[in-house]
């Protein structure tokens, strides 16, 4: 999946890791029109300064980023 201006996508997993006391988290995100297809998924790792809302496993987001690089994600309500 490559990320457009406004991409919307639904969250498959998300995980919360601490490395070296940092804490991050890992995402794995669907395109929403097609959350069937491996093709059309990202991997992300990310602080969380660039999350907006509570986001969790199914939730709908708003993702924020460059080609195939997640910057931001945002919960839909």
Same mark, same amino acid.
């Given at each position: 999946m490559i990320i457009a201006p406004e991409q919307e996508?639904?969250?498959l997993s998300i995980a919360r890791v601490s490395i070296h006391g940092?804490?991050?988290v890992d995402l794995v995100i669907a395109d929403w029109a097609a959350p069937d297809d491996p093709t059309a998924r990202l991997s992300a790792r990310l602080g969380p300064e660039a999350i907006v809302g509570e986001v969790g496993t199914g939730d709908r987001v &708003?993702? &924020?980023g460059f080609?195939?690089?997640v910057t931001r994600i945002e919960k839909i309500d």
């Open positions: 996508g639904i969250v940092d804490e991050y &708003k993702v &924020k080609l195939r690089m």
